[in-house]
């Protein structure tokens, strides 16, 4: 059994996301019955709860085409688990689940306890996010950054 692995971002241009969402559907489709995972920031929300505040106006076709995308796909949408978004504005006013981990249902068959998680916010304007597939917590991972001239 392959496993297959895509980190994705997302343009914000409609017509490049199209096309994106056009090249992974091919591939994915070519990995029907492997282990896939498919995650990044995907500049995109599946419904209305998924940003504040929402815009209605441009809601309904980004959505649509996103979640045709993931049915298409036969791919599962984690929950998430620590915050409700994954990226916000820098004065805090606008926030979105930009960010997840779509799984195949041969992955959720192998690890079926996988955790979608988000981790203490840094210096990006997202939240860092985890895929666990263990129970078992062993204590926090050391996170380091160094920034130096």
Request: net charge negative; charged share 25%.
């Given at each position: 059994m392959k496993t297959f692995v895509c980190s994705n971002y997302a343009p914000?241009?409609?017509?490049?996301?199209?096309?994106?969402?056009?090249?992974?559907l091919g591939r994915l489709k070519q990995l029907r019955g492997q282990w896939v995972y498919v995650c990044g920031d995907f500049n995109e929300v599946r419904s209305r709860d998924e940003r504040h505040p929402s815009r209605d106006a441009s809601?309904?076709?980004?959505?649509?085409?996103?979640?045709?995308?993931?049915?298409?796909?036969?791919?599962?949408?984690?929950?998430?688990?620590?915050?409700?978004?994954?990226?916000?504005k820098g004065d805090g006013t606008t926030m979105s689940r930009l960010d997840r981990f779509l799984l195949s249902e041969e992955w959720c068959l192998l690890w079926p306890n996988c955790v979608h998680?988000?981790?203490?916010?840094?210096?990006?304007?997202?939240?860092?996010?985890?895929?666990?597939?263990?129970?078992?917590?062993?204590?926090p991972r050391p996170t380091r950054m160094l920034i130096c001239w």
């Amino acid at each position: 059994m392959k496993t297959f692995v895509c980190s994705n971002y997302a343009p914000c241009d409609r017509r490049a996301n199209d096309v994106l969402w056009e090249s992974l559907l091919g591939r994915l489709k070519q990995l029907r019955g492997q282990w896939v995972y498919v995650c990044g920031d995907f500049n995109e929300v599946r419904s209305r709860d998924e940003r504040h505040p929402s815009r209605d106006a441009s809601f309904s076709l980004d959505s649509s085409l996103f979640n045709h995308f993931i049915d298409d796909n036969v791919l599962i949408d984690l929950s998430l688990c620590g915050h409700n978004y994954t990226w916000f504005k820098g004065d805090g006013t606008t926030m979105s689940r930009l960010d997840r981990f779509l799984l195949s249902e041969e992955w959720c068959l192998l690890w079926p306890n996988c955790v979608h998680e988000t981790h203490l916010w840094g210096l990006s304007d997202h939240f860092p996010l985890i895929l666990s597939v263990d129970e078992e917590n062993w204590d926090p991972r050391p996170t380091r950054m160094l920034i130096c001239w």
